[in-house]
């Protein structure tokens, strides 16, 4: 799955209960108990969802979730509030700083991973009819076309599949295993190696017409599209 989920949840319990459940379905997450160690975690890698605590120290959940709407990198990150404040009046509040979901504690582990999951799929099917754009590249997901800077760039179907995955998360870094499951899926006769001359190809298309190489590799890491590469 290797969907990355950040917990923000200052109750080591609870938080440890949750990466236990969500671990257990296949998912990565990260944990953060405050709102500065929230931002942080986010600088090292985004995720593809956020559970957040509303009563957190020093920053509140509610400040975090403004936070991560108005970066570029987060603005479409689908968002959980997850507080003990169940009246109307918070859901409100919550939903209008910027969260898809509200769950009140205490919650079942089972609702919340199948909140999840809805959630990751309803982000998934909106980002397939939209155009992503990055750096002068430009993706149309409907009619499966590549711009850059105003000139068609011709891609395979791997190719296009592993320059969405980069351009969904802008600076995130891919490892080559987190590459293959996401654009080959279970396979178990493909090689990591094989991400790399994919990678080749993807360089060479998008460069046809010139322009500066935007896909970084990291080395020992993986690879991620950055502009300033």
């Known amino acids: 799955m290797d969907s990355l989920i950040l917990i923000v949840e200052d109750e080591?319990?609870?938080?440890e209960m949750?990466?236990?459940?969500?671990?257990?379905?296949?998912?990565?997450?990260?944990?953060?108990?405050?709102?500065?160690?929230a931002i942080a975690r986010v600088d090292m890698e985004i995720p593809d969802l956020a559970v957040v605590d509303w009563m957190l120290p020093?920053?509140?959940?509610?400040?975090v979730c403004r936070w991560l709407r108005v970066q570029p990198e987060t603005r479409n990150?689908?968002?959980?509030?997850?507080?003990?404040?169940?009246?109307?009046?918070?859901?409100v509040l919550g939903l209008q700083a910027g969260t898809d979901d509200y769950v009140v504690?205490?919650?079942s582990p089972k609702e919340m991973i199948a909140r999840i999951q809805a959630l990751l799929r309803r982000s998934a099917v909106r980002m397939a009819g939209e155009e992503m754009a990055y750096a002068g590249v430009v993706m149309d997901m409907d009619a499966h076309k590549v711009?850059?800077?105003?000139?068609?760039?011709?891609l395979g179907p791997t190719s296009f599949a592993i320059l969405k995955t980069l351009m969904e998360r802008p600076n995130r870094v891919f490892s080559r295993d987190s590459l293959l499951r996401r654009v080959w899926g279970d396979s178990l006769h493909v090689e990591p190696r094989?991400?790399?001359?994919?990678?080749?190809?993807?360089?060479?298309?998008?460069?046809?017409?010139?322009?500066?190489n935007i896909i970084r590799t990291v080395r020992s890491a993986g690879y991620a599209i950055d502009a300033d590469s």
């Not at 020093?58 to 400040?63: A, H, L, M, T, V």
């Not at 990150?77 to 859901?91: C, F, K, N, Q, V």
């Not at 711009?147 to 011709?154: A, E, F, I, T």
């Open 12 to 15: 080591a319990p609870q938080a």
């Open 18 to 37: 949750l990466r236990y459940n969500l671990e257990k379905e296949g998912f990565r997450t990260s944990l953060a108990s405050n709102g500065e160690e």
């Open 58 to 63: 020093e920053r509140s959940g509610i400040d």
């Open 77 to 91: 990150l689908p968002i959980i509030m997850l507080t003990a404040r169940g009246t109307e009046g918070d859901r």
């Open 105 to 107: 504690k205490p919650y």
């Open 147 to 154: 711009m850059r800077d105003g000139k068609v760039v011709h």
């Open 194 to 212: 094989t991400v790399d001359v994919h990678i080749r190809r993807l360089r060479k298309s998008k460069n046809a017409h010139g322009g500066a």
